[in-house]
């Protein structure tokens, strides 16, 4: 009986050269991608390699935000943060301070008690820079401070703060007097009732 002999498969022949090209990039890709961050080092030298059957695998990009989808979304955003849950003693001042290494602040308003003067623990800045309120917001949403963690957000654009410029000037109102003569009568009156009282407990006050 004649032996058979098996001829070993061929080795598979390599894909062609156009299959090894990466693809072609457009000018609206480049233009999206343009002010993203760098890639990371040897992602540039990735090239398509050939499977055992001849077929290419090309690695997946992960999704990536148009930088002019991000520019389109500020432009809807104004200057203006507002921050809530903000910690006792953190007042204006405070606020100007800390906010400034954002970038140039125009206005500070902190909501206060329209009776007492007291903080309301809310209040908002206006950037000169849209910019910077939206770096400002994304940096000290969820921040702790002083135990406290502050809720910051970014005003739509055309929002103001009018309500609260009213509040402001209500706080440590001073009232003049309208009748200084009759003020000073009552003045007067209240001081000799309070010596009849020290003189009727047999205290011989002079002031």
Known sequence: MART???APAPPQPAAADK???EPVSDAELDGFSD???EPSGAADEQPQPAAAGHTIRPQQPARRSGAKKQAARTDLSGIIYISRLPHGFH???LSTYFAQFGDIKQVRLARNKKTGNSRHYAFI???NPDDAVVAQETMHNYLLMGHLLQVSVLPKGRTIEKLYKHKKRVHKENSIKDPARTQRRADAAHAARMQ???DA?????W
Do not use: M
Not at 202 to 206: H, R, V
């Open 197 to 199: 009282k020290l003189r």
């Open 126 to 128: 206006e950037f000169a």
């Open 36 to 38: 993203s961050d760098a």
């Open 5 to 7: 002999t098996k001829h």
């Open 202 to 206: 047999g205290i011989d006050f002079k």
């Open 92 to 94: 204006e001042r405070e």
């Open 20 to 22: 090894l090209q990466p």
